[in-house]
């Protein structure tokens, strides 16, 4: 949130300075509804002011696949900058409300502060590595093995705790699982010995 703060002030006093003609545009959406589809003209991009956004693909038989879920105090759509067209699809999960800076707008900001231009940086690469990093989770075969590797994707180095950072489904959705079979798959990693889950605490028992 306060990033996004930082960024909308910074836009307001360039505009004050006549430096650009436009200030960013808060706006509401309900779960379903979409921010942009892919292939439209891309003249903006957006921040998360509340709520939760789904970036989405949609392949040539009509199936839907999910990217990664952005949330308060995060920027999307960044490929406006650069590109004449959305590549993905945008799409609220919850009731949101969205800051919508024009693509020139947000390109003279980050020429005028070099702090904030540092910042959205900061913030593409942490996006970066999250894709990367639930491309290969997807790319594991086994359920069993996928649920362990996110599980200890949530860990920090040298503990044996994490915590599940989200619900069944929404983990689900990221590792392309149903939830049942992420639900059977902890069960089977507890049985297994492997780990003990209490509620969303989970303590791993092998090193």
């Known amino acids: 949130m306060e990033s996004l703060d ?4 910074a836009v307001n006093r360039l505009a004050e300075q006549g430096l650009v003609d436009a200030v960013p545009n808060l706006f509401s ?6 921010v942009f589809h892919a ?5 903006r991009i957006f921040g998360v002011h509340t709520g939760k956004i789904q970036l989405v ?9 999910n990217q990664y879920a952005l949330e308060s105090g995060l920027w999307f ?8 067209v959305y590549p993905n699809s945008a799409i609220a999960t919850q009731p949101s409300e969205i800051i919508a800076i024009p693509t020139h707008t947000f390109l003279t900001l980050l020429r005028h502060e070099s702090d904030l231009s540092l910042l959205f940086m900061a913030q593409l690469v942490e996006q970066l590595h999250m894709a990367k990093d639930i491309m290969a989770l997807r790319c594991i075969r086994s359920a069993y093995e996928r649920v362990l590797a996110y599980l200890y994707g949530l860990k920090t180095p040298n503990q044996r705790v994490c915590v599940l950072d989200r619900s069944i489904k929404e983990i689900a959705e990221q590792i392309c699982l149903t939830p049942e079979v992420v639900s059977r798959s902890l069960r089977k990693l507890q049985d297994d010995g492997v780990i003990r889950r209490n509620q969303r605490k989970v303590t791993f028992l092998r090193s």
Do not use: I, V
């Not at 292939?39 to 003249?43: G, L, R, T």
């Not at 693909?57 to 839907?64: A, S």
């Not at 759509?77 to 004449?84: I, P, T």
């Open 6 to 9: 930082r960024y909308t002030q």
């Open 29 to 34: 959406l309900e779960p379903g509804e979409t």
């Open 39 to 43: 292939e439209e003209p891309a003249d």
């Open 57 to 65: 693909r949609y392949l040539e038989n009509g199936q839907m696949t």
């Open 77 to 84: 759509g960044e490929s406006a900058l650069f590109h004449d």
